[in-house]
Each structure stands twice: as structure tokens, then as C-alpha cells.
């Protein structure tokens, strides 16, 4: 990415970020973003991660993509999990053990139906 | 010592009193024998709980109902309804209005998460740390591109200074006040340091900003430097903050590679650069010089002052030092302004504050809410009340450094001037619920046992008295202390204030002081019955 010499660059990456992220929303993309603040890591966010990982390669699912967050301070639902598709609404776990975040995977994101009762609402 | 059943507190700040509290107190003690209930209930002055709009109060517990304004003629009615026949004595209480300055949001609180008002955490958790595209299209640096190419240095620390931001490491401080004091210095070099070392047991406020939101502390820091006239900054890291520290160094490489840091910033004649600096665990490296000491490579100990660090800071030179969660505050109110900043929380400490809730309560975690939220407000609404239904004794604010806050204290609105007039201190964040299985000798004992260890030796009114401090503590847990103890215990923690070189030992004494002021009955009980109220300490352990 360029260098920023101005308030104008500025704008303009901001710009660029908004629209890619606007395409890859409308392209029905899916992200699975796991909290991964100290405390998340240890009530287990390590190997929540390393589960979504794995499941992913296993059942050969294409099109997802694993991103890592801070925490949001609700240490009681740790480890959280958080799953965009598309513009669809944000649909957060918690609580997820890796058991349950393969569920979440082979209902929700392959699916599409929620895993209602794991969801934590923000 | 007797067991009461029941507590009776009466307001005795000083508009109290000229409004007769003195006469309730009078008329209460007359009723209270009348009935024959001494034996069985407690009657105390309480210094000012932060309700200035029915004064006189009296506070009864263990229902803490409160009741305001008390004239001496209402005191049959309150003794015979409340007391006698048990029951509140509805016309009496006072009005529920909002206890804090600003509550009128937690009615648009939805789901499991009340509302919370996020200034600095709200990005913590939504964005990936890892990814400076994230933070911009978050409107990362726009308040730093904005201060470069907008306003001057005086510019920014104005709108701070209107702002009315205070410092969030304990201490209250202005902020606007102290950049000041550091650009008003004449220095080619000064350095902007962000204090992370966050050792306050219990306090985790600072890591999560750090962890989840890297980039707006670079941002805030190159803010500071830019008010200030700095051109290097430091971030002191706790040592055992290795995935903050990981993440920050991370945003610092993509923040250089793409501007943000090094020279011409934003295209202007601003320079600033910035180290990762880790500590190795020792508490009192958050102590702002001796923290110093330990960036310069020396033992970490505090220096004497004055000279302040705004003047003769580190390696001499005029230096900033701010903690985490204060910085995180300056770019939203750079982009926003201070009006908007001034909208929330107190007047007197505006915005909001990072708690970190621990203890015997159903949901521990992490909030940021308006400054001004009372005790019984964070337990009931965001810690979903005591765990088991157990009824709340007392709270331990800021980690260690902070005060023991009684039940009695729950209602004060939690911001720095309604707590220091109370006479506690709010520290760094951390709220320790305690229930009532709780010694507070045994609490005290703890927090000293923390404070002899972590002192650093050079000034023996810390070194000395922390040790003795806990002894004695431990006396009174084993029963071997007699009542001239306390006096003594007293004593120290006066002279701890008085006499120590930094905030370690000055804080050391609070827990004793808050002890002996709002427990004493149950630290006497330890001496003089050789039995703990609450069934902690062995008391049996020597013989009287």
C-alpha cells in the first residue's frame, strides 16, 4: 500500500478499503472471526481456531475466511465467535468449544441455518 | 462483640449538619434505646455518599434503604416502621432519582449487554488488530491527519484541555494541564511516553485497548507528541503482555510503512518515531519515574520530586507521560470535539471509564460506561447482581492501589471529585466485589502482603512500614494482636501517606485506614472475642 502524504490519501485508502469490502459483502462473502485477546486464548480461543481450521480443510470448504480479533470484554462468553456472510446480519457465538464451532461451521456457514443456542446477543 | 442485625448510617458532611443531622443522630440513638433494640442495631456517621439533593440522609443496611431529607420528627416513624416492624418506610425514602449524572441511556440497553457507552473500546473486539486497513476504514488516523495539516499544537491541547479529560491510570490528573506543562518547556528534545505497564492486580483495562485496538495508541501518541513538540515516544509494556506487545510492534511496522510514523507525517514538517519498550514485572515500574529509571536502563526505582517529569523527565529532557486508556481517549475527541466529549459523564470528570468487574458476582468482565455510575448500578445492571443472592459488603476499587469501598459508599456516583470528597479513591479500574464471606482483615492482609513484596527498598517509610503492616495483620488474623495494635496499625498507615517517596507506599496505608474506619467492629471482633466474623482467619493459632 502507498505512502500517505495527505488527508486526501487518506480518504482515498479509506475509500478503496470501503469498496472492497462493500464487494466482497455483496459477493456473499463469509467470515468466521474468533476473539483472540489473552483472555480469549485462555478459555480456549487457541483451539477453537486451530478447529475451524482443520474443519475447513477437512470437508474442503472454499470461500471462508478466518480472521482474529481483541476481545470485547465479556470474559463470562469467552471464547467468541463471530460469523459474517455476506450483508447478512452479524451472528455472534459464545461459548464456543471446538465441538460446537464445527457445528457452527457445517450448520451455519455451509447450512445457513443459525446455531441458536449458542448465539449471544451484543 | 455484639452481632448486629441491622446498620443505621447517618450523613454527616457538613451541609448535613447545619441541616441538622446531628439532631437525627441524637434522635435516633434516644429512639433506638426506646424500643430496645441497641443490642441489635449499629449507629454510625458516615462522611458525604454523593447525594446532595436529600440531606440529611440516613442509610439503614442491610436493605440499604435510603432515606432523605430526615428531619429529627421523622425518626419515630423511620425506628418504629422500618426498624421495629421491619419494613421500609416508603414516605420517608428519598426521591430515586438518577443517582449518577447520566443513566437516562441504560434504558436503551437491549440483549444481554446493557448498553455501554464506548469511547476507547469501541473498536476493541470489531476490528482485526492485526490489519491497519481494518483501523482506517474505522476512521483511523483521521484525527491525527486532521491535527497535522488543521491546527496548531495549541490548537490540540485547547480542545483537550476543554474537554476537561482527566487522567485514567489512578491519579485523576488533568491532561490538557499536564501537555501543557511539557510544551510550555523550552527543549529540542521531549519524548511522549504511554505508560502500559499495568500491573494493578485485577485490572486488565489497558491490555485489552492494546490487544484489539494497537493502532489508536500510536495515533493518540503521535497527538501527544505533536501538542507537545516531541519527536520520540516510548510504549512501556508490562513483560507479561507478549501478545500486546506482538500486536503493537506489528502496528507500529505497518503504521511506519505506510506514513503514519517517521518523518514528514502527512506530508508536514512533523517527525515522530516510536520504541516498544518491555518491563520485566515489577509493580512499581508503573510508577511514572521509576518507570523512567527503567526505559534509561537503571533500577527501577522512583525518583524524588520535584523536578517533575514534565521538566526533568526521561534522560533529562522534558517528558509526557500518559496512560493507556487516556490516551485512547484523544482521537475520538480530536475527530469529535470536546463538546461532543463533555456529553458524557460527570462535570467535573467527563467521558467515560474502563472497569474491569471481578469478585463474588454473577458476571465478571469488562465495561466502559459514563464516569459517574454508582456501585449498586454495576452490580446490579452489568454484573447481574452477587452470585448466590449473597448481599454485597464491600468493593476493592483500582486494583490494589485503590480504596475499600462499604456498602455505604455504593450509592456515591463513581467519578474522581464525588470519590474524593467521599474519601476513596477510584484507582485504575478494577472493581473486587466482595461478598459477606469476606474478611477484610484477611482482604488487607492480602493487598499488604502485595505491597511488602513489590516495594522497591529505597525509601524506608514503604519498605519498613509495609512489612510491619502486614505483621501486624497478620497478628490480628492469628489472634495475637491486642487493641493498642490497631492503634498502632493506624498510625502507620498515616505516616505510610505521609512519609513515602511515591504512590506505593502512600496507597499502602489506604486499605488499613479503610478497615479500621468502616470495619472496625469486625476487626475488633478478631481481638477482643478472638473470633472472625466471617469465618476466614484461624484465630486459634496462639494462645491469648
Known amino acids: ?122 | 462483640m455484639k452481632t448486629f442485625r441491622s446498620m443505621v448510617l447517618v450523613s454527616s458532611d457538613p451541609i448535613s449538619m447545619k441541616r441538622g443531622a446531628q439532631d437525627v443522630f441524637d434522635r435516633l440513638q434516644a429512639e433506638i434505646k426506646a424500643y430496645g433494640l441497641d443490642e441489635e442495631v449499629s449507629l454510625a456517621m458516615i462522611g458525604d455518599v454523593g447525594r446532595h439533593d436529600a440531606l440529611p440522609l440516613v442509610i439503614v443496611y442491610p436493605e440499604a434503604a435510603v432515606y432523605g431529607p430526615v428531619n429529627a420528627e421523622d425518626i419515630h416513624l423511620l425506628v418504629d416502621e422500618h426498624l421495629y416492624k421491619g419494613r421500609i418506610a416508603v414516605d420517608l425514602q428519598a426521591s430515586n432519582r438518577e443517582l449518577s449524572g447520566k443513566i437516562a441511556w441504560l434504558n436503551t440497553r437491549k440483549g444481554t449487554l446493557p448498553a455501554e457507552q464506548r469511547i476507547v473500546l469501541r473498536r476493541a473486539g470489531i476490528i482485526d488488530p492485526t490489519n491497519i486497513e481494518d483501523y482506517i476504514l474505522h476512521d483511523g488516523y483521521t484525527a491525527l491527519g486532521k491535527a497535522l495539516t488543521e491546527s496548531t499544537p495549541i490548537q490540540v491541547i485547547d480542545e483537550i484541555k476543554k474537554s476537561g479529560l482527566r487522567g485514567r491510570g489512578g491519579a485523576g490528573f488533568p491532561t490538557g494541564t499536564k501537555w501543557g506543562f511539557v510544551a510550555k518547556e523550552k527543549s529540542v528534545k521531549k519524548y511522549v511516553i504511554c505508560n502500559a505497564d499495568e500491573s494493578e492486580p485485577g485490572t486488565f483495562k489497558d491490555r485489552l485497548i492494546l490487544e484489539g485496538d494497537p493502532h489508536s495508541i500510536i495515533e493518540a501518541l503521535a497527538l501527544a507528541a505533536y501538542a507537545v513538540g516531541a519527536d520520540e515516544g516510548y510504549v512501556y509494556i508490562r513483560g507479561e503482555y507478549t501478545l500486546a506487545q506482538e500486536r503493537l510492534k506489528l502496528a507500529i511496522l505497518q503504521a511506519k510503512e505506510m506514513g503514519f510514523l517517521g518523518q514528514n507525517i502527512f506530508g508536514t514538517a512533523f517527525n515522530f518515531d516510536l520504541h516498544v519498550h518491555s518491563g520485566a514485572g515489577a509493580y512499581i515500574c508503573g510508577e511514572e519515574t521509576a518507570l523512567l529509571e527503567s526505559i534509561e536502563g537503571k533500577r527501577g526505582q522512583p525518583r524524588t520530586r520535584p523536578p517533575f517529569p514534565t521538566t526533568h523527565g526521561l534522560f533529562g529532557k522534558p517528558t509526557l507521560v500518559n496512560n493507556v486508556e487516556t490516551l485512547a481517549n484523544v482521537p475520538p475527541i480530536l475527530l469529535n470535539g470536546a463538546t461532543w466529549y463533555r456529553s458524557f459523564g460527570t462535570p467535573s470528570s467527563p467521558g467515560t471509564k474502563v472497569y474491569t468487574i471481578l469478585g463474588n458476582v454473577n458476571v465478571t468482565g469488562l465495561i466502559e460506561v459514563p464516569m459517574g455510575i454508582t456501585l449498586r448500578e454495576v452490580i446490579a445492571i452489568y454484573a447481574k447482581g452477587m452470585k448466590g443472592g449473597e448481599n454485597f459488603k464491600m468493593a476493592q476499587t483500582g486494583g490494589s492501589s485503590g480504596s475499600i469501598i462499604p456498602a455505604s459508599l455504593q450509592d456515591t456516583p463513581m467519578d474522581f471529585d464525588s470519590f474524593g470528597k467521599a474519601g476513596v479513591a477510584l484507582g485504575s479500574g478494577a472493581l473486587l466485589i466482595c461478598n459477606e464471606d469476606t474478611c477484610v482483615v484477611d482482604l488487607a492482609k492480602v493487598l499488604l502482603n502485595f505491597f511488602r513484596t513489590e516495594s522497591c527498598g529505597k525509601c524506608f517509610p514503604c519498605r519498613i512500614g509495609t512489612q510491619r503492616a502486614w505483621e501486624m495483620l497478620d497478628a490480628i488474623a492469628s489472634g495475637r494482636a491486642t487493641l493498642k495494635t490497631l492503634d498502632q496499625l493506624m498510625d502507620l498507615s498515616v505516616n505510610l501517606y505521609n512519609l513515602s517517596n511515591c504512590g506505593l507506599g502512600q496507597t499502602a496505608g489506604t486499605p488499613i485506614k479503610d478497615i479500621l474506619t468502616y470495619f472496625r467492629a469486625e476487626v475488633e471482633a478478631h481481638i477482643r472475642l478472638g473470633v472472625c466474623p466471617a469465618g476466614v482467619c484461624n484465630t486459634k493459632e496462639a494462645v491469648h
Do not use: F, W
Not at chain 1, 475466511?65 to 467468541?80: F, H, S, T
Open chain 1, 1 to 122: 500500500m502507498s505512502t500517505i502524504k495527505s488527508l486526501d490519501d487518506l480518504s482515498r485508502i479509506r475509500e478503496e478499503v470501503l469498496e472492497k469490502h462493500k464487494a466482497k459483502a455483496a459477493a456473499g462473502q463469509i467470515e468466521v472471526i474468533v476473539g483472540m485477546g489473552t483472555c480469549g486464548i485462555a478459555a480456549g480461543a487457541r483451539d477453537t481456531m486451530k478447529a475451524i481450521q482443520e474443519d475447513i480443510q477437512n470437508n474442503h470448504r472454499v470461500g471462508i475466511i478466518v480472521k482474529e480479533a481483541g476481545c470485547i470484554g465479556l470474559c463470562e462468553k469467552e471464547p467468541i465467535v463471530q460469523v459474517v456472510i455476506g450483508d447478512r446480519p452479524v451472528v455472534n457465538y459464545g461459548k464456543v468449544t471446538p465441538g460446537v464451532a464445527r457445528q457452527i461451521l457445517a450448520d451455519h456457514v455451509a447450512g445457513g441455518k443459525i446455531v441458536k443456542n449458542h448465539v449471544i446477543i451484543l
